[in-house]
């Protein structure tokens, strides 16, 4: 379970990232957090591993204030936290298993890892793990010989390779396009329904948070402005969190029965 | 005129743009008049004249006549010097190859955020790239007697200067995204540094490595000619025996070890890249 109680965090240069949110996140839960570009989206599941630190209030992760972890405290914090980015960042020199085993790397010791020395159920699960996202085939290619999509792929099995128990995805489709966004977000959550793993993703296509989220946080200049089921949200909800009428940029688009085999 | 007057008139009074501003074109005219009048002035100040340049070249047979013919005796103990040349550059290689490695992390102002640490490196790196290497060869001469031992400590520390600047700087461009996914994920600084940089700088390392060995083969004759051992030591004695025929095998014996390294460093870094 994860707790925001008061939190606030202003950056070095006098920004306010975030402004006394309060928020309770229950385990197995799909939350989808939107919000303008600058509203403290990123911030918001930042501060989960601690990424950033928020300045005010407390964070608790598994009933612990997880505000003062620090060395090996915050690293162990951060093996149970997966995380996904926009851009992918992989290693786009190294292979693909290689990038999945860097899930491993917080489980295995430093000389260890130095030396690519990872067991051998570790190298079994980074395999069964690209299996899962249906990437398997392309276990030797560089990271970069693949399309967005497919980088975007590595990186989910990357993150089921370390097994946490939250996942926090940061914008994951914002460089896809439409179709390549509905598969990623498919497996995000059908790896959320599968093994329980608790998700919050940052989005800002309406339509992708409505179609996929359990539960949808709004925020706006580092407030929480609504925070309920995707079953109360209307298109007032969004005109409400982004603070002007909806236009077609902030939807995705893109026919979701063309992926629907390929998932 | 009236050939002026049939052709097509849509571009007539439409705007033709420079290809670069009038401003940038200004500067990089300034810049070639200065340099047009360094050049003048300093070779005014040291007197450089080609006249002399000229005549010079005429003393050139004199030297040519006592090079040849190339005294081929001397070539036992040049291979033998060469050899250990060669064991100079490859062991003074290794060496800095292997301590460049925490040095230009520590360098790297993307991997030490601690300001002092990254800027005595810097430093202290910088001090030793202005040492020439002949210079560092009469100091480690010096300190432990004439021989192949100070020439290894000199070529070590000549070395380590320039691979620590250049892959010092290869690290600084690396792509940090890896390094916080690694960090996000409960990776330690080593991990995440050998896992998420170390893939991305290693081609040039070893391309840099080879370089500095190219380097080496040629610096270590230069630093022999101050008792540094090596082949450069060889050659300094034969020039005070006034044996210029066995000068002259020496050079070619150098010139061809030099051309074979270079191609095969040069292959193979043209492999690796």
């Keep these: 379970m994860i707790e925001l ?10 920004h306010q990232g975030l ?16 919000g303008l570009s600058g509203a403290g989206k990123s911030t918001f599941i930042r501060s989960i591993n601690r990424l950033v630190t928020p300045t005010e209030g407390e964070l608790h992760v598994d009933g612990d204030n997880i505000l003062n972890y620090k060395g090996r405290g915050l690293r162990k914090l951060r093996t149970k ?3 996904i980015f926009q851009s992918y960042n992989l290693v786009k020199r190294n292979n693909v298993i290689k990038n999945v085993l860097a899930g491993r790397l917080g489980h295995t010791g430093t000389v260890r890892s130095v030396f690519n020395l990872f067991s051998k159920d570790d190298k079994a699960l980074a395999y069964e793990s690209l299996k899962r996202v249906n990437i398997d085939d392309k276990l030797y290619n560089r990271a970069d010989e693949l399309s967005g999509g497919q980088q975007q792929r590595v990186s989910i099995a990357r993150v089921l390779t370390q097994k946490p128990k939250y996942i926090l995805a940061d914008e994951p489709v914002a460089s896809l396009d439409p179709p390549t966004s509905h598969q990623v977000m498919k497996y995000l959550r059908k790896i959320n329904k599968e093994d329980g793993i608790t998700t919050i993703v940052n989005l800002h296509f309406i339509d992708m948070a409505m179609e996929y989220a359990d539960r949808i946080i709004g925020m706006r200049a580092g407030e929480v402005v609504f925070d309920g089921p995707v079953s109360e949200v209307t298109e007032e909800t969004f005109e409400e969190i982004y603070g002007r009428s909806i236009r077609e ?13 390929n998932v | 005129m009236s050939n002026k007057m049939s052709k097509p008139t849509i571009y007539d009074d439409s705007y033709a743009p420079l290809l670069s501003p009038w401003r940038v074109k200004a500067k990089i005219t300034a810049i070639f008049l200065v340099i047009i009048i360094f050049l003048m002035f300093s070779s005014w100040r040291t007197g450089v004249d080609l006249n002399e340049l000229i005549w010079g070249f005429t003393n050139m047979t004199q030297i040519t006549d006592k090079l040849f013919p190339i005294n081929m005796a001397i070539l036992g103990p ?3 010097t060469l050899f250990e040349t060669i064991h100079m550059a490859i062991i003074a290689s290794t060496f800095s190859t292997l301590i460049v490695i925490p040095v230009s992390l520590l360098a790297a102002n993307n991997i030490t955020t601690n300001w002092f640490v990254y800027n005595t490196t810097r430093l202290i790196m910088n001090v030793l790239r202005t040492i020439p290497d002949v210079v560092l060869a009469v100091i480690f001469v010096g300190l432990f007697g004439i021989g192949v031992f100070g020439g290894i400590v000199a070529l070590f520390i000549f070395s380590l200067g320039i691979l620590a600047k250049l892959i010092s700087e290869t690290v600084e461009s690396a792509d940090m995204q890896p390094v916080e996914a690694m960090r996000a994920s409960g990776a330690n600084t080593i991990q995440a540094i050998a896992y998420g940089v170390v893939p991305q ?4 390392f070893t391309s840099f490595s080879l370089y500095v060995f190219e380097i080496n083969i040629r610096a270590s004759v230069v630093i022999g000619l101050v008792g540094a051992g090596g082949i450069g030591s060889l050659l300094m004695d034969q020039f005070s025996f006034n044996n210029y025929g066995a000068v002259m095998t020496i050079i070619f014996v150098i010139f061809a070890v030099v051309i074979v390294i270079e191609y095969i460093s040069g292959k193979i870094r043209e492999a690796i890249i």
Aim: glycine fraction near 10%; hydrophobic fraction near 40%.
């Design chain 1, 5 to 14: 109680k008061d939190l606030s965090l202003v950056y070095p240069n006098g």
């Design chain 2, 78 to 80: 040049a291979m033998n």
């Design chain 1, 19 to 34: 402004k006394d949110v309060n928020v309770k996140i229950e385990d197995g839960e799909f939350v989808v957090i939107v």
């Design chain 2, 201 to 204: 700088v290693l081609p040039q």
């Design chain 1, 81 to 83: 936290i997966g995380m």
């Design chain 1, 249 to 261: 940029d902030d939807l995705r688009g893109g026919v979701e029965e063309d992926v629907e085999q």
